[in-house]
C-alpha cells in the first residue's frame, strides 16, 4: 500500500518561505507524477504545482514565479519551494502521485498559514 507523508508546513509572515517535503513509501515503481494541492476553508482543492517522472512541470496561475516543484535523489520523493508567500496562500497542502493503471494516492496534507 503506497503511503504518502509530507512535511514542512508551519505559519510564516507574509513574505516569508517555507519549503514542503512529500516521500511515498510503498511503492516499487516510479511515479507517472506527483503534485501539490491545496484547499483552504470554503473553496476547493486546487492545483498548486506538479511534475511528471521526465521532470515536467505545471503551476497554479497564483504561485507561477513564487513556488518552484523538485524531484528529491530518492525515488518518489519531491519538494515544493515557497517563497513570497500571501496570506491567500493560507491553506492545507496535500501531496498526490500518480501510478500506473492505479488511483491516485494522496497525503494527509501540512497546514500552510500565512499572516500579514
Known amino acids: 500500500q503506497v503511503q504518502l507523508v509530507e512535511s514542512g508546513g508551519g505559519s510564516v509572515q507574509a513574505g516569508g518561505s517555507l519549503k514542503l517535503s512529500c516521500a511515498a513509501s510503498?511503492?516499487?515503481?516510479?511515479?507517472?507524477?506527483m503534485g501539490w494541492y491545496r484547499q483552504a476553508p470554503g473553496k476547493e482543492r486546487e492545483l498548486v504545482s506538479s511534475?511528471?517522472?521526465?521532470?515536467?512541470?505545471a503551476y497554479g496561475e497564483s504561485v507561477k514565479g513564487r513556488f518552484t516543484i523538485s524531484q528529491g535523489n530518492a525515488m518518489n520523493t519531491i519538494y515544493l519551494q515557497m517563497n513570497d508567500l500571501k496570506t491567500e496562500d493560507t491553506a492545507l497542502y496535500y501531496c498526490?502521485?500518480?501510478?500506473?493503471?492505479?488511483?491516485?494516492?494522496w497525503g494527509q496534507g501540512t497546514q500552510v498559514t500565512v499572516s500579514s
Open positions: 510503498g511503492a516499487r515503481i516510479r511515479s507517472t507524477s
Open positions: 511534475i511528471s517522472y521526465t521532470g515536467r512541470t
Open positions: 498526490s502521485a500518480d501510478f500506473p493503471l492505479e488511483r491516485r494516492y
